[in-house]
Each structure stands twice: as structure tokens, then as C-alpha cells.
T-cell receptor, first 112, second 116 residues
Framework: LAKTTQPISMDSYEGQEVNITCSHN???????ITWYQQFPSQGPRFIIQ???TKVTNEVASLFIPADRKSSTLSLPRVSLSDTAVYYC?????????????FGKGTKLSVIP | NAGVTQTPKFQVLKTGQSMTLQCAQD?????MSWYRQDPGMGLRLIHY???????DQGEVPNGYNVSRSTTEDFPLRLLSAAPSQTSVYFC???????????????FGNGTRLTVT
């Protein structure tokens, strides 16, 4: 199963765009990349998922280069409410795909 | 639609006591799993199940037992609690047995366990 590496923490001012990159060098051909957001005292919740190129939804964009060895979560114009821990998870339908292992996540702090 | 429900929200145990953390989902998801979250450690997989009657170990299974008699429920049992099991426990489920497109994990809000 692909191991993921993310920065431990990031700071950003309100209104700025934030990009969080996740490295997953041994991603398998049939793995998807999924990002989750976790607020204190809550379980993680799904933000966005992709396989290749770019995916956009109402809250974020996900950029995946052609080699798929990394991915970047982009949060446009962050607000204080975006302060949370962000996890990327890589998994799919290959062998071992049931062992969905998270990394340590990136703690994003948004500053007024 | 309640999603994933975990009970209790908080629990304090003495060393050596046993207890069961409950997890139920109403989405007819085949895949269910338990994670523990400790400060600075992220989420670590304890056990998972790909359907009723089928369970397997994750990366930190020691000290925990699970069973899956129904699709809806996936309880986590601590047979003899230890202080090292003080943590926040999350249950998660997903449609199908794997991560596939549009089949992300759905998490409960956790059980905070303290073992003294």
C-alpha cells in the first residue's frame, strides 16, 4: 500500500490560497487519491478524490501530475473555519487495498 | 440517515477492565474499520472488515478483538485495558470493500477512552 508523506504543519492568512502537497512515490496503477479534513473532536470527513489530472468541487481542487507520485490539495481563499488537519489517503482495488493507512496529516492554521 | 454512530462518546476504565466500543452504520456499507488516534501519530488502523463474518488485522491489532455478525455493526472489544490504550477511537465505513471512485470512508465522531 502506498505510503504518504505530508508537511506536518502550515500557516496561512485569511483570504489566501493554500496548497498542501502529499508525496506517494509507490502509488499503484489502480490507486485513487482521497483527501480528508478533520476538526478537533470530530472524525475526518471527505473533501475530494481523484485519479489523475485535476478535479474540482465546491470546496477544493486536487492536482495530480502525470506520474501520480504526488498530489496537491488547493483550498481557495481560506477562512478561519478551514483551520483543521488535512490527510491524504492513497488506496484502490489492488492487493492490500483494504488496509487503508493514513499518514500523520498536515495541520493548517489560518491566521486572521 | 445517521451515518456512522459510535457509543459511548467518553469512557474511563481502570487497568484490567474490559469494555466494548460500539459502532453502527445505516448505509449498508460492506467495509468497516477501527482506527486509533494519538497526538502526533495520525490515524492508525486497528482492525477492519470487508463484510459480515470477515475480519482482519490492521497495523496495531494487539489488545483488541473484533467481530462482524451483521452488516450494520462492528464492535471493538478491549479484553484487559492498559494505559497504552488511552486514545481516541474512530470507526469508519465505506460502500463496497475498497476505496473506489466515489466510495470514500465515512467516519463516526469518535470515542475518547482513558485508561487509568
Amino acid at each position: 500500500l502506498a505510503k504518504t508523506t505530508q508537511p506536518i504543519s502550515m500557516d496561512s492568512y485569511e483570504g489566501q490560497e493554500v496548497n498542501i502537497t502529499c508525496s506517494h512515490n509507490n502509488i499503484a496503477t489502480n490507486d485513487y487519491i482521497t483527501w480528508y479534513q478533520q476538526f478537533p473532536s470530530q472524525g475526518p470527513r471527505f473533501i475530494i478524490q481523484g485519479y489523475k489530472t485535476k478535479v474540482t468541487n465546491e470546496v477544493a481542487s486536487l492536482f495530480i501530475p502525470a506520474d501520480r507520485k504526488s498530489s496537491t490539495l488547493s483550498l481557495p481563499r481560506v477562512s478561519l473555519s478551514d483551520t483543521a488537519v488535512y490527510y491524504c489517503l492513497v488506496g484502490g482495488t489492488g492487493a492490500g487495498s483494504y488496509q487503508l493507512t493514513f499518514g500523520k496529516g498536515t495541520k493548517l492554521s489560518v491566521i486572521p | 440517515n445517521a451515518g456512522v454512530t459510535q457509543t459511548p462518546k467518553f469512557q474511563v476504565l481502570k487497568t484490567g477492565q474490559s469494555m466494548t466500543l460500539q459502532c453502527a452504520q445505516d448505509m449498508n456499507h460492506e467495509y468497516m474499520s477501527w482506527y486509533r488516534q494519538d497526538p502526533g501519530m495520525g490515524l492508525r488502523l486497528i482492525h477492519y472488515s470487508v463484510g459480515a463474518g470477515i475480519t482482519d488485522q490492521g497495523e496495531v491489532p494487539n489488545g483488541y478483538n473484533v467481530s462482524r455478525s451483521t452488516t450494520e455493526d462492528f464492535p471493538l472489544r478491549l479484553l484487559s485495558a492498559a494505559p497504552s490504550q488511552t486514545s481516541v477511537y474512530f470507526c469508519a465505513s465505506s460502500y463496497g470493500g475498497q476505496i473506489s471512485y466515489n466510495s470514500p470512508l465515512h467516519f463516526g465522531n469518535g470515542t475518547r477512552l482513558t485508561v487509568t
